[in-house]
């Protein structure tokens, strides 16, 4: 079974992605050029109301699996008041030299150089230097990291260690019928076959990873589980033929598992114990196999039934609804089904066999079970629905406007001209008017107000790389494809002829992204 990660869901959570920003590169006019296009749309205010020190007017919900965020909250950017803004709904900058704070009375500190001043980083105590590449965001993790085959991390989850001891347990009672003169060895020999059987279960998930690379389909990683292994796809398949041989490959890699054991059984004596062992791999992955193949998501036979239906209806969310609810009827019959089997005696043993607390484990494996498949079909159409608003998601739309200040401009007035702008974001720029860096809106939190007028904006600002500049017209899963690929809390958004548009803040991208969610539930 596999998982697709193709939602483009922002992340959050890493303090990496807290230390990185993007500057867009606004050329300075005069002081009388007070109106600039911007942004065709702003969904914030324009004149931003003042913040205190410390407390952000908003925090940005988080969400495990999405573009990064800034988790401080949000910096309003001002210096001015609200009616002051009103009159000048562009960006304003001034070409006449910085102007010189006035020398601080003589009970107060002489400013001196920003870089002592505080530097607030999102949950994180560290200074970036200047010209340091920003940081990429952790790898994902979940478990203990056994390798990277093909490149993909493989994670063995802290679940797994409890299934094994379960399979180790369970397998040793089997193997003490077969071969009651093993005694306590056969708990080795049981541990040796749950070792054998999850690295079964890997070639399994190694068979989605090595098609998911043949279509050019990033995979995040493998993690082997409770209850078997996910590969986390982070992105759909774009033509149903696709969809349905990246399902296929891992049933298809168990059944040939299961045959080769099958063959190997051949070769060995059936009452010794690499007969038992051989015997026990062949059934396991022929069930595998058949239990994957079964028709209704999140199991492989769901991705190829949504597959089918993509194909006769041309439309992939149609596939993706069908599977889902057929996911859930299954769940319901694992539910009811799997213990009327076991006591019927179908699956191998006679009720008169079975205890009290083989039939009190056997319906609980069933509520288990049809409970990941329930969540899983749930889960998947849920994010099949939102895949479709998307492109609600545009950078067009969501860009803060900005205004460009020279590097030694203090920050309190470089917030009064932001306010006076209606502008939400901060450019240093030189004296060319070419962009330096952003001014980080989590450092500008934690300056207090007394001190802004000694503190350049240049010491609050994150020097800006190439994959921190993003094109105006991206939309959807590209817009997300691209803040994943340079994690960051602002990005320059560029015309494609070069002009400058504004700057986008991730914090924005999460917020529209967790209303979409909202807004179309499973």
């Known amino acids: 079974m596999d998982e697709s990660g193709g939602s483009g ?38 004149g931003p109301t003042p913040t205190e020190p410390g407390e952000p007017d908003s925090a940005p919900a988080s969400d495990a699996t999405s573009a990064p965020t800034d988790t401080t909250g949000e910096a309003e950017t001002h210096g001015g008041s609200p009616d002051e803004a009103r009159k000048h709904p562009g960006p304003s900058t001034d070409s006449t030299p910085e102007p010189v704070p006035t020398p601080p009375p003589a009970d107060r500190p002489t400013p ?3 870089a002592p001043y505080p530097r607030t980083l999102a949950q994180s105590g560290t200074r970036p230097g200047k010209g340091q590449p920003p940081r990429r965001g952790r790898e994902p993790g979940g478990g203990l990291l056994m390798g990277r085959p093909f490149g993909v991390p493989v994670y063995v989850a802290p679940s797994w260690f409890l299934v094994a001891a379960l399979i180790t347990w369970v397998f040793g009672g089997q193997i003490d019928r077969v071969l009651p003169e093993l005694g306590a060895l056969r708990y080795l020999v049981s541990l040796f076959f749950a070792v054998a059987f999850y690295a079964s279960v890997l070639v399994h998930e190694l068979a989605h990873t090595v098609a998911a690379l043949r279509f050019k389909l990033p995979v995040r990683r493998i993690q082997l589980q409770f209850f078997g292994g996910v590969s986390e796809i982070e992105k759909e398949s774009d033509t149903p033929g696709r969809e349905f041989v990246l399902a296929f490959v891992g049933p298809l890699l168990s059944l040939v598992l299961s045959g080769v054991f099958y ?116 889960n998947s159409l849920r994010m099949a629905r939102l895949r479709e608003h998307l492109p609600e998601l545009r950078a067009r739309a969501l860009t803060r406007r900005a205004v460009p200040v020279e590097t030694n401009t203090p920050l309190s007035e470089a917030l009064r001209r932001a306010n006076d702008a209606g502008a939400r974001a901060l450019v240093v720029v030189d ?45 959807g899963e590209d817009l997300l494809d691209a803040l994943r690929a340079a994690p960051a809390t602002e990005y320059l958004v560029v015309e494609d002829s070069g002009e400058i548009y504004g ?13 979409a969610m909202a807004r179309h539930p499973s």
């Open 9 to 46: 869901q922002p992340r959050s959570g890493t303090d990496e992605a807290t230390e990185r920003h993007g500057e867009p590169q606004v050329p300075p006019t005069s002081a009388a050029d007070t109106k600039r296009p911007g942004p065709e749309r702003d969904e914030h205010p324009a």
């Open 112 to 114: 001196v150089d920003p």
């Open 263 to 378: 063959l190997a059984m051949q070769a060995v004596e059936p009452g010794t114990v690499p007969g038992v062992l051989l015997a026990g791999l062949m059934i396991s992955n022929l069930i595998v196999a058949a239990f994957n193949l079964l028709p209704g998501l999140p199991l492989d036979g769901g991705r190829m039934l949504r597959a089918v239906v993509w194909k006769i209806t041309g439309k992939p969310m149609s596939g993706t609804i069908a599977a889902a609810w057929v996911g859930r009827a299954l769940a319901v019959s694992v539910l009811i089904g799997l213990p009327l089997l076991t006591q019927s005696g179908a699956l191998g043993e006679t009720q008169d066999t079975m205890g009290g607390m083989d039939t009190v484990t056997d319906a609980l494996l069933a509520a288990i079970l049809a409970a990941i498949i329930w969540t899983g079909a749930g």
């Open 431 to 475: 004296a060319h008017g070419e962009p330096l860096s952003l001014v980080r809106e989590a450092a500008i939190v934690g300056v207090p107000e007394h001190r802004r007028p000694w503190v350049a904006v240049s010491g609050l600002a994150q020097d800006l790389t190439d994959g921190m500049r993003v094109s105006a017209e991206l939309a």
């Open 503 to 515: 700057v986008l803040s991730a914090a924005d991208v999460e917020r529209a992204f967790v209303k």
